[in-house]
């Protein structure tokens, strides 16, 4: 919820308030949603080793295989 939905609920109770004064309201105590941030690079890599037989396929092969079998 944001101070636009609060200042509609808050309307009916308080009387004829101004959005900019419910956003001022909203600033000071802090409210909303959290900031979202973004996630830190390790520095580990994805493994480029096949653990298993048929572990790692590649775009093109799967693309391969779609377009053979639309034709069948």
């Excluded at 109770?13 to 941030?37: D, M, N, Y």
């Amino acid at each position: 919820m944001g101070y636009r939905m609060a200042h509609a609920l808050v309307r009916e109770a308080f009387g004829p308030l101004k959005v900019k004064q419910v956003h001022r309201v909203w600033k000071e105590l802090k409210l909303g949603r959290s900031k979202r941030f973004r996630k830190r690079r390790t520095g580990n890599l994805v493994p480029l080793v096949a653990e298993a037989a048929n572990h790692v396929w590649c775009v093109g092969s799967c693309t391969r295989f779609v377009l053979e079998t639309e034709r069948s």
